[in-house]
Structure formats: structure tokens, C-alpha cells
């Protein structure tokens, strides 16, 4: 089975502080993908890579940024954390788009929280 | 740029009634996915759809592209009450990128 992993369920984060979220996945997925979801929103793209090293902006990619050092490992940062970043971040992953099922896998999510 | 549409945002039914999502894009599609979110989980991948005016089955669930591909619907028939959760469809802009509706939210009275 796939599996995504992401580093913390939960965290608590003050206003202001740098804030790192790691994302890692096992099968050697090319793509990686960080969503970040809030009610009503559905799931909206922040940033994606499709290689290492590789990036490429989402919908909504102000006032963050990523870094892919390594195929399996994908981290969305946080230069200086807003309430208004205040979410449930979703990372996953996917092999290449070649016309063929092309499915995303999610990790369980982290829910952040800035005071 | 392209935009995925989904409607009800919520649902509530009585277990056994009939529940239908439905899903607009304002361009066509390339294909169509479709997940399914359990309440506290992650998004889980449902079934894709590639052609114009496919009908696919999974027990009582059932999911259609139209046939100018720029729409979608999940049906499912009886509910129970572990269909719960937040349906999403998704539909790939460009080669890499999924653009997600806002999704459906089920919620069901036994």
C-alpha cells in the first residue's frame, strides 16, 4: 500500500514563528502536492513538484514555500505564520500524468493552529 | 483558470434514502475523479472517469461524465450510514494539476 506520511497530526504555532510541515511518501512518486483545506473551501492547491528540486506554484501560494531535496520527501513552509494560515494541511502524492489513472495519494493531514 | 464546481455543499438523509453530488467545471475535462473523505480522515481516491457520457458502478454508488465532459454526478442509492463523510470530484488542469470541487458533505440519520 501507499503510504504518505505527514510529520505532526497537530501543532501549535505563534504568530510570527517559521513553520516547517514534512511530508514523506514510499513509492517513489514523482509528483507531490500540498493542499490546504478549510470548510467551504474544499481542498485548495499551494504548491506542487513533479521532480526533485522541481516546483511549481498552486492557487494560492502567498506566504508559503516548499522544498523538495529528495524524491520522497516534500516540506511546505511557513515563513512567518498568520492566524489566517490557521488550517488542516493535506499532502499527497502521485505518479506521472501519462493519460493513464493518474490517483493522488493524501496523507492524514496536519492541523495547524497559529495564535 | 479552471474551475470545478460541486453542489449541494451539504446533505443530510435518512438512512435508506437516495444521495446525489453533483459536479460543473467551466472547461472540459480531460477526465474526472472522484473521493471520498470519512470524517477526521484523508481524502481517499473513489474511481476516474475518461470518456464522454461513462457510467461507472461500484455496489450502490454510481458516477457519470457528461457527455460534453464538463460535468459529473455521484449517485448513491439507499444510504447507509457508512457513506458518511465529504465527497469531493476532481478534474486535472493541464497535465499535473487536480482542481478540486468544494465537496459534499453526508451526514445521515439512522
Known amino acids: 500500500d501507499v503510504k504518505v506520511t505527514q510529520s505532526s497530526r497537530y501543532l501549535v504555532k505563534r504568530t510570527g514563528e517559521k513553520v516547517f510541515l514534512e511530508c514523506v511518501q514510499d513509492?517513489?512518486?514523482?509528483?507531490m502536492f500540498w493542499y490546504r483545506q478549510d470548510p467551504g473551501l474544499g481542498l485548495r492547491l499551494i504548491y506542487f513538484?513533479?521532480?526533485?528540486?522541481?516546483?511549481e506554484k498552486g492557487d494560492i501560494p502567498e506566504g508559503y514555500s516548499v522544498s523538495r531535496e529528495k524524491k520522497e520527501r516534500f516540506s511546505l513552509i511557513l515563513e512567518s505564520a498568520s492566524t489566517n494560515q490557521t488550517s488542516m494541511y493535506l499532502c499527497a502524492s502521485s505518479p506521472p500524468f501519462r493519460g493513464g489513472k493518474n490517483i493522488q495519494y493524501f496523507g492524514a493531514g496536519t492541523r495547524l493552529s497559529v495564535l | 483558470g479552471q474551475q470545478v464546481m460541486q453542489i449541494p455543499q451539504y446533505q443530510h438523509v435518512q438512512e435508506g434514502e437516495d444521495f446525489t453530488t453533483y459536479c460543473n467545471s467551466s472547461?472540459?475535462?480531460?477526465?474526472i475523479q472522484w473521493y471520498k473523505q470519512r470524517p477526521g480522515g484523508h481524502p481517499v481516491f473513489l474511481i476516474q472517469l475518461v470518456k464522454s457520457g461513462e457510467v461507472k458502478k461500484q455496489k450502490r454508488l454510481t458516477f457519470q461524465f457528461g457527455e460534453a465532459k464538463k460535468n459529473s454526478s455521484l449517485h448513491i442509492t439507499a444510504t447507509q450510514t457508512t457513506d458518511v463523510g465529504t465527497y469531493f470530484c476532481?478534474?486535472?488542469?493541464?497535465?499535473?494539476?487536480?482542481?478540486f470541487g468544494q465537496g459534499t458533505r453526508l451526514t445521515i440519520n439512522p
Open positions: 513538484s513533479y521532480d526533485v528540486k522541481m516546483k
Open positions: 476532481a478534474g486535472y488542469q493541464g497535465a499535473q494539476k487536480l482542481v
Open positions: 472547461t472540459t475535462l480531460s477526465n
Open positions: 513509492m517513489d512518486h514523482e509528483n
